[in-house]
C-alpha cells in the first residue's frame, strides 16, 4: 500500500482551474520529486494535500480518504508541510518556533527531545538558539523550517523549493540533510524548480505542466532524459 496517493485530483482558485487530474504515489521510505516551470501547478499540489485549497478527486494517506480533512486534521494525521518562502515567526527565537511546531505535544520532556534531536540535523540552529528567527540567514531560517516541521515527527515531509533563493553551497547542504532525513527513514515529497539537484537525490519523480503531469519515472531515467534535460537542465 502507498503511503500517500492522489487520484485524479484538481484544484481550483476560485474559478481557475490549477490542477487538472493528477495521479501521484509515494511510497514509505521513498524521496519523490515534482518538478516543473513556475505556475506548473508544484506548488498548488502540496497545498491540496494539505487541504489548503478547493479540490476534487481522491487523496489517500495510509489508506484512509483525507480529501475533505481540515489542515489541522491533516497535519495531526502525520503529513508536516515547509512551505515556500520557509514562513517562519520572524520575531520568536529559533527556541518559541521549535516549540510551535511541537503545539500538539503535551509531554514537555519529548518536546525536548525532538528540540535535541532537530540539533543533530541542524546545529547551527543549536547556536541561534535565542536568535530571534528574522534576523538570521536564509539558509538558517531554511533550516528552521525543516526542524520545526520535523517537530510534529511526520510520517511524511512535504518540501517546497527548499533551495529558492540560496547560496549554492547552503543548497547542497540542504539536499545533503534531506538525504540524510531520508536515510534515517522519513519519507519525502520534495517539490523543486531546481530539478537536476531534485532528480539527483529522488528515488522517482514527476513531471508537471500547466496543472498535468506529463512524465513519470525513476529520477535516473528523468535525469538522463533528452525533453528534461532541455525543457529543466539546460
Not at 525543516?146 to 547542497?172: F, H, K, Q, T, Y
Not at 540542504?174 to 520534495?190: K, R, S, W
Request: hydrophobic fraction near 45%; glycine fraction near 8%.
Amino acid at each position: 500500500m502507498s503511503l500517500l496517493q492522489l487520484n485524479k485530483v484538481e484544484a481550483f482558485y476560485g474559478g481557475i482551474q490549477a490542477l487538472r487530474g493528477i495521479d501521484i504515489t509515494v511510497h514509505q521510505g521513498e524521496i519523490v520529486t515534482l518538478i516543473g516551470s513556475n505556475g506548473a501547478g508544484k506548488s498548488t499540489t502540496l497545498k491540496s494535500i494539505c487541504g489548503q485549497v478547493q479540490t476534487k478527486g481522491e487523496i489517500l494517506f495510509e489508506g484512509k480518504n483525507i480529501t475533505s480533512w481540515q489542515p489541522h486534521q491533516i497535519a495531526m494525521a502525520g503529513i508536516a508541510h515547509v512551505p515556500e518562502g520557509r514562513r517562519i515567526f520572524p520575531r520568536l527565537t529559533v527556541k518559541e518556533n521549535l516549540e510551535m511546531g511541537a503545539f500538539s505535544v503535551k509531554d514537555k520532556k519529548q518536546v525536548k527531545q525532538r528540540i535535541e534531536q532537530a540539533f543533530v540535523y541542524f546545529p547551527r540552529l543549536k547556536e541561534r538558539y535565542h536568535q530571534a528567527g528574522g534576523t538570521m540567514s536564509g539558509g538558517e531560517q531554511q533550516m528552521l523550517a525543516i526542524a520545526r516541521a520535523l517537530m510534529m515527527n511526520p510520517d511524511i515531509l512535504l518540501l517546497d523549493e527548499p533551495s529558492m533563493g540560496l547560496a549554492p553551497v547552503l543548497v547542497d547542504q540542504i539536499f545533503d540533510i534531506i538525504q540524510e532525513l531520508n536515510a534515517a527513514g522519513m519519507t519525502i515529497l520534495l517539490v523543486e524548480q531546481n530539478a537536476y539537484h531534485a532528480l539527483k537525490i529522488a528515488h522517482r519523480g514527476y513531471v508537471i505542466q500547466t496543472g498535468e503531469i506529463v512524465m513519470q519515472d525513476y529520477a535516473d531515467v528523468l535525469l538522463s532524459s533528452n525533453e528534461v534535460q532541455e525543457a529543466y537542465l539546460a
